[in-house]
Nanobody, 124 residues
């Protein structure tokens, strides 16, 4: 069983930056896909970015492309999401998720394990 724990959320002004981190209590296989999703009040949970462990490939939602960067810290065994040029519309609860599929599509139902979520608030 894999348990995911997110850290790094908080409040920031528009244009600012935050870094989210996702760690795992169990072993994340080298063939997993690890992703970040977010859910704003009254909206569906949506894909943000993912990192494929098998080939280190990344993928981003159009809404965050060029502003967010997902990466792996092999020493700390974490997946990080660097969020720059934040906008008020980025305000949401952010979730780390892991899929047992090496090539998981960017959909919530493709992911097997989820973190508790953390709040990111961007003020205008």
């Amino acid at each position: 069983q894999v348990q995911l724990l997110e850290s790094g959320g908080g409040l920031v002004q528009a244009g600012g930056s935050l870094r989210l981190s996702c760690g795992a209590s169990g072993r994340i296989s080298g063939t997993y896909t690890v992703g970040w999703f977010r859910q704003a009040p009254g909206k569906e949970r949506e894909f943000v970015a993912h990192f494929r462990m098998i080939d280190n490939k990344t993928w981003y939602a159009d809404s965050v492309k060029g502003r967010f960067t997902i990466s792996r810290d092999a020493v700390k065994n974490t997946i990080q999401l660097q969020m720059d040029s934040l906008k008020p519309e980025d305000t949401a609860v952010y979730y780390c998720a892991a899929s047992q599929s090496a090539y998981a599509p960017p959909k919530t139902d493709s992911y097997d394990y989820w973190g508790q979520g953390l709040q990111v608030t961007v003020s205008s």
